[in-house]
């Protein structure tokens, strides 16, 4: 399965932004999904992330109250809501895909591309 995330851009403090990952080649029907983040110069970090049934999710605590993370079975895509940005939000944003759910990176085999979210203060 191929991923294509979008949906970032620079927006101001406060402010929202909802980011898509669309998946090409094959159905995200029984994959997981997750968005990890990379800031310059740091290490790729868990975000969030949804089950396969769209019934568990999971959150950094860092998002916690601000992010949400659903998915459209018949769109093929899943999305991240992210309310209340804060400049420590910047980073380049990627979705992940894979059978099981987990919040490290090496968990998942199918990666889109980056989408860079800018939040200025």
């Known amino acids: 399965v191929q991923l294509q995330a979008s949906g970032g851009g620079l927006v101001q403090a406060g402010g929202s932004l909802r980011l898509s990952c669309e998946a090409s080649?094959?159905?995200?029907?029984?994959?997981?999904v997750a968005w990890f983040r990379q800031g310059p110069g740091k290490e790729r970090d868990f975000v969030a992330a949804?089950?396969?049934?769209?019934?568990?999710?999971s959150f950094a605590d860092s998002v916690k109250g601000r992010f949400t993370i659903s998915r459209d079975i018949a769109k093929n895509t899943v999305y991240l809501q992210m309310n209340s940005l804060k400049p420590e939000d910047t980073a380049d944003y990627y979705c992940?895909?894979?059978?099981?759910?987990?919040?490290?990176?090496?968990?998942?085999?199918?990666w889109g591309q980056g989408t860079l979210v800018t939040v200025s203060s």
């Open positions: 080649g094959g159905t995200l029907s029984g994959y997981s």
């Open positions: 949804i089950s396969w049934s769209g019934g568990s999710t």
């Open positions: 992940a895909a894979d059978k099981k759910m987990g919040r490290k990176p090496y968990e998942y085999d199918y």
